[in-house]
């Protein structure tokens, strides 16, 4: 399973930082999505840079503590989940993911 | 018929241009309109609506509020604000007016762990009973920079023309 590169062809824009904010990677849909931004040239660079108040202090919150935010958006009819969550290493912690996906409007909701 | 196509076109690229010139944004379901300053942009998602200038550093911030009680969301706004901030030193909203649309504003200070801030906000009864909420927090030097741009967003807010 450690070979197999799934996340960069993944249906779902994805992009991960580390602690400071800095951008360690962004599969083919976040390049996609951020091309008008710099696309894969922003990786490297850090978020905090592209975040004007009051969203850099709240993402700098986020990733001091290591909170999982999630939110739904709505754009031009499309309706999308975001989702950023932090990530480990033998339970360290890392950075933050961001896994953003457009979804239908109705979701069904199974109660199991 | 060619010269009818024409025509057509012709008409369609210079109300497009004229669209592009007034810069204007409108917000039909709050029966508003607002001034996008020359050579900023806009993002539209459901009730929030961002401006931002070319360099991305400063963001004026538009909500849209169903009708509710006033003071709740100046209330929530002014916490959001201090539990997001240190040493919040923020005006009694005061009573406004703006293009007949009653309003309140507030303003103030704040700190970040790394500079110190300027607060902007104004909440506007719009035409078609909904809450506009517009806000600005930047740091001094960037409040500066675009202080006319940030006037004329604030002055242009007006009901939508018919």
Redesign the interface.
Known sequence: MQNIDWVKEFPASITVCDIEGVILYMNDIAIEVFKDDGGVSLIGTNLLECHPEPSRTKLKNMLKSGMTNTYSTLKNDKKKIIHQAPWFINNEYKGFVEIAFEVPFEIPTFIR | MRYISLFLILIFVFFSNKSYSQQTFIHKEAGVQLVIPPGWFY????NNITF?PED????VSITIHEMNNVESIIDSLISD?TK??TSVDLTNPKEDNIHGMKGWHFYGTAK??EED?MIQYGLYLTPLNKILELGV???GD?FEKYKKDIKSIQDGLKPLEK
């Open positions: 993002e539209s998602e459901d931002y991305k550093d400063l963001v604000l997001l901030y970040n762990e801030l927090v930047a740091s960037i």
